[in-house]
Nanobody, 124 residues
């Protein structure tokens, strides 16, 4: 079993930056990929970014490419999402998710473990 705990959400203004953290614990050896998703009110959960557990590969949704950066601190088993130039459309609950399988997947249903989410609110 893997436990994921997100932190770092909050209220910011449009154009501001924010860094989210996801601390993984438990059987982390089973993790192959860790990703960030977000879900705005009334919308489906959407993929934001992923990183392989060995940090060799990263992938971003087109909407965040060039503004968001996903990274991992191996020593802390923590994954970060640095978000720059935020806009109000990105107000959502941001979730960290982990997957055991070794293929890159972007659908929420393909992920095995989830954190509780952290709220990000961007005011215009």
């Amino acid at each position: 079993q893997v436990q994921l705990v997100e932190s770092g959400g909050g209220l910011v203004q449009a154009g501001d930056s924010l860094r989210l953290s996801c601390a993984a614990s438990g059987r982390t050896i089973s993790i192959n990929t860790l990703a960030w998703f977000r879900q705005a009110p009334g919308k489906e959960r959407e993929f934001v970014a992923l990183i392989t557990w060995n940090s060799l590969y990263r992938y971003y949704a087109n909407s965040v490419k060039g503004r968001f950066t996903i990274s991992r601190d191996n020593a802390k088993s923590t994954v970060y999402l640095q978000m720059n130039s935020l806009n109000s459309d990105e107000t959502a609950v941001y979730y960290c998710a982990a997957r055991r399988g070794d293929e890159w997947q972007f659908a929420p249903s393909e992920y095995d473990y989830w954190g509780q989410g952290t709220q990000v609110t961007v005011s215009s």
